[in-house]
């Protein structure tokens, strides 16, 4: 099935020529990094992690919500996610790969990564977000790939299949719950020190994820002609809307506490979020954004008549795509370092290097979707040209 992501149009070919341009781009600035070392990107001895942290902290929610079709395709029979279940899995195969290349670039030398396979430590939490990560990568790599041969095939999977997506339910759970504890786990760190980190994050996981797979079918409609179906749009819509009012819900609770019980190191975060510490105020017009592009998302998706039009679906998906990352990415991460345990602010900038690099480890998990998406369109269309073949043939 390889092949047939060599075959496009040309505008397909344009976009792969533009991922490859970005690609090489970011390469061409991580080869700087790797010579100079981080000293090129905006982090210090106060703020050691940034955008590549908080790119792979935002990348693992979108790699677990594969998990929200699946669950209800396999173990509830929702025929309606039957079409685009698959479009789940390489979505969190691409995400994941990138998150991946995210940890890569944030150790500095390569060379470190050989640390955790040659001196595995399982009390370390970095450790087995190591395990869950790559066993997921190889469940959803696994498992799309079989059934979308099978379906081209017009054969049903194999039985050791199932087992496997049924494995992979709870996996992906695991993968951002092992995430969200590597944050909770820091008791230096106030602003992370929470019981609601996980639920925090498989909340905003189960919106984003989603969000950006309806997009990602809006395209498809209009540019691959594949039609995920009107029921699967408005279902994932749906299931975006009630995982957004939990994520919002669960950011006021942690607001609420914060003020209310009156410790400072709890509310000086959030303080240095919304209205900004000491005059240091980067991240506030970033987090009011987020706030306004949040709850205007909500009040689309929650009105079902304006929920199920397209135009504005689309809008609000972006909306809650754009308001979390935000939130969950720049908002989460790199508050938790300012102030820091003694009080001192150092603020965070990310340097073009920076930036370069992360845009090129979004190109290639770009590019890696839109090969693997090509494959599953034409494949599509290979079967519904076999099912109408006799029809046709009928009607002649």
Known sequence: MLEKSLKGSCGYWIWIIFLLAVTTLGFFFYLQQLDYGLGVTGMSRDVSWGLYIAQFTF?????????????PYYLHDYKAFGKITVLGEFLAVAAVIMCVLFIFVDLGQPTRVMNVLLHPSPTSILFWDMIVLSGYLLINIVTGWIILSCNRQEVPPPRWIKPLIYLSIPWAISIHTVTAFIYAGLPGRSFWLTAIMAPRFLASAFASGPALLIIFCMILKRYGRFDAGPKAIQALATIVAYALTASIFFVLMELFTA????I?????????????????HNLVPWMWTSAVLAFAALGILTIPRIRRNDGWLAVACVAVFVSLWIEKGLGLVITGFIPSPLEAITEY??????????????????????????????????IEGTNDRPVAQLKS
Do not use: N
């Open 59 to 71: 990348l693992v929610g979108i790699a677990a919500s594969a998990v929200m079709l699946v669950l």
């Open 259 to 262: 003020f209310y019980s009156q």
């Open 264 to 280: 400072p190191e709890h509310g000086h975060h959030f303080q240095y979020l919304f209205a900004g510490l000491a005059g240091h």
């Open 349 to 382: 900038v990310p340097t073009g290097a920076e930036i370069a690099i992360t845009l090129g480890i979004w190109a290639v998990g770009f590019l890696i979707l839109t090969l693997l998406y090509k494959i599953f369109v034409s494949v599509r269309k290979d």
